[in-house]
């Protein structure tokens, strides 16, 4: 059952173009990474998608409405978005933090479901112990964490997450993932990735989709789209895609080194 | 199960804090007021200044010692509660300021909003010029000013992209280029014109009457409950204008909104008092330390912050070297500095 769908999709900042026809649908309970090099439009094409930009033209749908003419604070119930980590310095504890999530739902007072539902999203994400923390003092895994948990208590069907796991060691990325996955698997929630760890994206995306220069380069199951020619035209590297894993694994070698070996 | 019992308590034990904190702070404000009404040459004990207050609002019910009740009424009540208004706005208006531009020195001397009400003083002072004539000079044109620094600040986020960075950089650069302006005028004008700005700058409460108390108060009751009112905004603001896009807040229209409040709140104050600095700035933040940074509390919070702050500061003003009064802009810094590094540096794990 298609979820979201994203039709030639295409945003220019004045008259730089950024973004180019892109299209893609999601099912409920899937995971799709956006890979592509620094500077390609992944930013920009999940905050499209969240409507914070204008597109130029295309659109995006979901569960059959179009998000063009809907207000903000119907948006922000459908769909939860969590930016790069800014290493905020507010004083807000994990409990209040999380709390805003219910903000597109809330009209001045916090209900007890309100509290249920943080008390819920703090326990799912293993955040019980820290609630009255401040966000400022956690460490980088554990703040992300709890942008996660805020972005659920949305109760949105769709989360956009610009590079969750940049700042986080190996343990605490597949840690983050780990959780998004269950998520997407347990509550049916479509989940948007932008990622530069391929290999991560690899092994938790069912599907990645691939932007170079704003355009969609290729878009498919992780084994169709990693290939030692998307990467070379993609990122202009030389790497060997091995198979022999559940999922493919990019392994990059030095210019030249290749040629050498063989 | 226990856990989300401890949880639930926990926040509870939260909000509790925070009313026992801005009950506390009421309590306090009660009693200064009290102290403040004795101050002056005709001495009255605390009691005596209470029901002298109490007779001038309940004249069937309660009497005052010999002319308490006039010369509390006429000199002393207005000049306190005008405190107390000043303090609180300016406390508010930083709260504001520093929530939408996620910086924690924005405050109306930041953002150029005090030296422009300070430019339009010195026009009045020293070339007599002004949109009003007449007593209201100065303080039409300091109101003015301020005001016109703020659509200044308005109109270039909007040509650049209102964002909290556009915001303070313009400014920064607006309160030099008002700096510069109030210098000059200080180096053309005469001796008299000098020292009427300079002491126009130090910020003082002794101007006040029941009228400008009436204007500043009403201000203050338009603005503050629409400001608390949409607490969430300004705590989803607070986290980056991401985080409060993608939680349905519609981010330029909201930072518009809450900064040409905050400005109004702050020119409406300085005209009357001239520059007292450091309320807007370190009210919140003592605030914020103290009880966290929900708005919904963090707004009524910091103004009762600000206004005990203010009034403590003039009344040792107006006690310490008595005849002779202090302007409370110079006593402010003096009190509350120290006091703000200490809280600063001892802010720890606490």
């Known amino acids: ?262 | 199960m226990e856990e989300s019992v401890i949880l639930r308590e926990g926040y509870t034990r939260l909000r509790k804090t925070r009313a026992a904190f801005i009950g506390g702070l009421l309590a306090l404000l009660v009693i200064l007021i009290g102290v403040a009404v004795t101050l002056g040459s005709a001495g009255y004990t605390v009691g005596e200044s209470y029901l002298a207050i109490l007779a001038g609002i309940f004249p069937e019910t309660f009497t005052a010692p010999d002319m308490a009740d006039v010369i509390i009424w006429e000199y002393r009540l207005h000049r306190v509660l005008f405190a107390v208004a000043a303090g609180f706005g300016l406390a508010v208006a930083g709260s504001v300021m520093q929530g939408i531009l996620r910086n924690p020195l924005a405050s109306p001397f930041t953002l150029g909003i005090s030296s422009a009400a300070a430019t339009g003083a010195s026009v009045a002072i020293v070339l007599g010029a002004g949109f009003v004539g007449g007593e209201y000079l100065i303080i039409a044109n300091a109101f003015l000013f301020a005001l016109l620094a703020s659509a200044a600040i308005y109109g270039m986020a909007r040509y650049r992209g209102v964002s909290s960075e556009t915001m303070i950089l313009a400014g920064i650069a607006l309160m030099y280029l008002f700096s510069a302006v109030t210098s000059l005028l200080q180096y053309v004008g005469t001796a008299e014109e000098l020292q009427a700005v300079v002491f126009w700058m130090f910020g003082s409460v002794g101007k006040s009457t029941w009228t400008k108390l009436g204007i500043v108060t009403l201000v203050l009751v338009c603005t503050i409950p629409y400001l608390i009112y949409r607490a969430w905004d300004l705590n989803a603001l607070a986290e980056g204008d991401e985080v409060a896009a993608g939680l349905g807040v519609p981010v330029e229209r909201s930072m518009i909104v809450f900064m040409m409040i905050a400005s109004l709140i702050t020119a409406v104050i300085i005209c009357f008092t001239g520059t007292i600095g450091f309320i807007g700035l370190v009210a919140p933040h003592i605030t914020r330390m103290a009880i966290g940074g929900d708005y919904r509390t963090l707004i009524p919070a910091s103004g009762l912050v600000g206004a005990v702050l203010l009034l403590a500061a003039d009344s040792i003003g107006r006690s310490i070297l008595a005849p002779q009064v202090l302007p409370v802009g110079i006593v402010t810094a003096f009190l509350g500095v120290p006091f703000f590094i200490y809280l600063f540096m001892h802010r720890g794990d606490a």
């Open chain 1, 1 to 262: 059952m298609v979820l979201l769908m994203v039709e030639d999709l295409s945003f220019a900042y004045r008259d730089r173009e950024v973004l180019s026809r892109v299209s893609f649908s999601m099912d409920a309970g899937e995971i799709l990474g956006l890979v592509g090099p620094n500077g390609c439009g992944k930013t920009t094409l999940i905050k499209c998608i969240d409507g914070m930009l204008t597109p130029k033209c295309g659109r995006v749908v979901l569960g059959g409405q179009d998000l063009g003419g809907m207000h903000r604070r119907e948006v922000a119930r459908e769909m939860a978005y969590v930016p790069q980590s800014t290493g905020n310095q507010t004083a807000s504890t994990v409990f209040e933090t999380i709390l805003m999530g219910r903000r597109p739902y809330l009209n001045w007072t916090v209900s007890p479901e309100d509290e249920e539902r943080v008390i819920a999203a703090l326990d799912l994400l293993d955040l019980g112990e820290l609630a009255f923390r401040k966000v400022a003092e956690l460490s980088g895994g554990e703040r992300q964490r709890v942008m996660i948990a805020r972005a659920l208590v949305q109760e949105t069907k769709v989360i956009l997450l610009d590079e969750p796991t940049s700042n986080l060691d190996i343990a605490h990325q597949m840690a983050v993932m780990e959780v998004l996955h269950g998520l997407a698997e347990e509550k049916g929630l479509a989940v948007v990735i932008a990622l530069h760890d391929l290999n991560l994206a690899a092994t938790y995306c069912h599907r990645l989709l691939v932007l170079a220069e704003g355009s969609v380069y290729g878009y498919g199951a992780p084994g169709e789209v990693l290939t030692p020619e998307m990467l070379e035209s993609v990122y202009g590297i030389e790497a060997v895609v091995k198979q022999d894993l559940p999922a493919p694994y990019v392994v990059p070698v030095r210019p030249g080194q290749l040629q050498e070996g063989a």
